[in-house]
T-cell receptor
Framework: GQNIDQPTEMTATEGAIVQINCTYQTSGFNGLFWYQQHAGEAPTFLSYNVLDGLEEKGRFSSFLSRSKGYSYLLLKELQMKDSASYLC??????????WGAGTKLIIKP | ETGVTQTPRHLVMGMTNKKSLKCEQH?????MYWYKQSAKKPLELMFV???????ENNSVPSRFSPECPNSSHLFLHLHTLQPEDSALYLCASSQEIGGGSYEQYFGPGTRLTVT
């Protein structure tokens, strides 16, 4: 079957670094997406990886290892506004997104 | 503001009611999606339309009926719902169906409560 696993909740301190992990199993693979969703709001696109390696975009970076079925989202210099849920989604061979349940990130001062 | 709007934002309906959710995208996209989001569960893909044609129906009960009159508008018609259908219903659009160049843009959702 198809499955995405990510931690339910994480806590970090303002100004610190946090890494949110995601493992996936899909029928075929066409890339790995990360979305951010603030409470009561729409998910918004953060990153896309289809090749192995690290993609950096400002304070956020995303990593992919296709051989391990593994990705992580790295958030640096955490700000209070980064408190949100982070959704991992893998695209299968039919170009459908298979979603994780999301990781709720709590930032403490 | 993502360019995808949904109405109503909140809806309370009885199990015998009929209601419709509306989604409109102002991005010139060709693919539109309905998702169901329940607390602490993954997003569930319900329906996909590509160039107004339905391409996916992920075993959704017939009490949910989609309609896509054009590439900019998507409706979800609801009738005889069950309390377990209470959830956040999200609409999304993408330029086309495909990989990373076609990330999905989401609307704010309709919070549905079935009593």
């Amino acid at each position: 079957g198809q499955n995405i696993d990510q931690p339910t909740e994480m806590t970090a301190t303002e100004g610190a670094i946090v890494q949110i992990n995601c493992t996936y199993q899909t029928s075929g693979f066409n890339g790995l997406f990360w979305y951010q969703q603030h409470a009561g709001e729409a998910p918004t696109f953060l990153s896309y990886n289809v090749l192995d390696g690290l993609e950096e975009k400002g304070r956020f970076s995303s990593f992919l290892s296709r051989s391990k079925g593994y990705s992580y989202l790295l958030l640096k210099e955490l700000q209070m506004k980064d408190s949100a849920s982070y959704l991992c989604a893998a695209m299968d061979s039919n170009y459908q997104l298979i979603w994780g349940a999301g990781t709720k990130l709590i930032i403490k001062p | 503001e993502t360019g995808v709007t949904q109405t109503p934002r909140h809806l309370v309906m009885g199990m015998t009611n009929k209601k419709s959710l509306k989604c409109e995208q102002h991005l010139g996209h060709n693919a539109m999606y309905w998702y169901k989001q329940s607390a602490k569960k993954p997003l569930e893909l319900m329906f996909v339309y590509n160039f107004k044609e339905q391409t996916e129906n992920n075993s959704v009960p017939s009490r949910f009926s989609p309609e896509c009159p054009n590439s900019s508008h998507l409706f979800l018609h609801l009738h005889t719902l069950q309390p377990e259908d209470s959830a956040l219903y999200l609409c999304a659009s993408s330029q086309e169906i495909g990989g990373g160049s076609y990330e999905q843009y989401f609307g704010p959702g309709t919070r549905l409560t079935v009593t």
